[in-house]
């Protein structure tokens, strides 16, 4: 009797591995493995966003995020050229993420909890720690957004930012009209035109537009902050090996920072004994191999798109927006690496 008991219960727990094994004999995901097939990396971008995402005169694309997906390329290739980018709106980038049109996405995206726990995306980085304002025309005489109360706000739909508005308003017991429009050129149009009294997005997107108008200084960005944005490259869940490299090429960017490494001087470093510096160039331990990448990874990256100061300087600065809280830990800000050992 009790030998029949623990028979069957042998048998069903035999029944339940059996039944188990075949989900968890899934294969995960090979992004690494398809860009490299097909030989450059899909990237999702806004493509409209002065010092994020635009491309110049000639076509090639500038922007921090931009730099983003060329750093993951430099990792990957050893060449940051091998990029596609592809232009993304607030409406369709997370169908692009999930369907794989995209292998990541760098799109001026929040960082939320709904939507790595529902949408099944994982947030690898932090490329610009950011907060929505709002902005106004001068003219207008409105030094303060407790101002705004009976405005019409021109806002995108599906985003965090048309959340944090009714947010807003509701706590300070003031009434809006949104303009809803999902087109950022259209939106901007609106503003310009004077369909709205107010324009509301990311503070960084707000300076970015303004410093592209032929007189900036018609326009003010309101000094209230109404939510806190972390923005950075978003990538689907389950492929690790390559939320590993997108998450490692910025933290590579930041800690040359620490390390005083730049695109300019990082051929001086060879010969350095320091053994945090041996690490990042390869010279010693096998950090490349852990990440599947070639030994010399983080000198690639950095020798063709420089350190994360080197980013900044290059699409922010121009904007007029002071690094801040972006700055290195070491410095005030949040931008903080992991020991890469």
């Known amino acids: 009797m009790i030998r029949s008991a623990l028979s069957a219960a042998g048998l069903a727990l035999a029944a339940t591995v059996s039944l188990a094994a075949p989900a968890a004999a899934q294969p995960a995901a090979d992004t690494v493995g398809a860009i490299r097939a097909r030989g450059a990396l899909n990237c999702g971008v806004a493509g409209n966003v002065a010092g994020f995402s635009l491309p110049d005169a000639a076509g090639i694309y500038r ?7 060329r750093s993951v390329a430099a990792a990957i290739f050893g060449d940051a050229n091998k990029v596609r980018f592809i232009n993304t709106t607030s409406q369709n980038r997370f169908t692009a993420l999930q369907s794989g049109e ?7 995206t929040t960082w939320t909890l709904s939507r790595e726990a529902s949408l099944g995306f994982e947030f690898a980085t932090i490329n610009f720690y950011d907060g929505q304002g709002f902005m106004v025309k001068k003219s207008s ?5 407790k101002q705004l109360d009976g405005a019409t706000v021109c806002v995108q739909p599906g985003t965090t930012t048309e959340l944090n508005l009714s947010d807003f308003f509701r706590a300070q017991g003031m009434k809006f009209t949104p303009v809803v429009i999902e087109s ?3 939106i901007r149009t609106a503003f310009l035109a004077g369909r709205c009294d107010a324009y509301t ?3 960084s997107s707000l300076a970015s537009f303004r410093a592209t108008q032929t007189t900036p200084a018609d326009f003010l960005l309101l000094p209230e902050i109404i939510s ?6 978003v990538v689907r869940k389950g492929d690790w090996k390559f939320f590993d490299i997108v998450r490692w090429a910025h933290f ?9 490494i730049t695109s300019q001087n990082i051929a001086s470093f060879t010969a350095n004994t320091n053994p945090d510096i041996q690490r990042f160039m390869g010279a010693s331990g096998d950090l490349g191999k852990m990440l599947g990448l070639a030994p010399d990874w983080a000198v690639k990256l950095i020798t063709q798109q420089g350190n994360f100061a080197e980013v900044w300087d290059r699409n922010i600065t121009p904007l007029g927006v002071q690094r801040g809280i972006n700055n290195l830990w070491t410095k005030g800000g949040l931008q903080y690496a992991p020991p890469m050992r």
């Open 102 to 108: 995209v292998d990541m996405l760098v799109r001026n």
């Open 184 to 186: 950022v050129e259209e």
């Open 201 to 203: 997005n990311d503070a």
């Open 141 to 145: 005489n409105v030094t303060s957004a």
């Open 63 to 69: 922007g921090i995020d931009a730099d983003s997906c």
């Open 252 to 260: 590579a960017q930041l800690t040359a920072e620490e390390l005083g």
């Open 228 to 233: 806190k944005e972390p923005l950075g490259a």
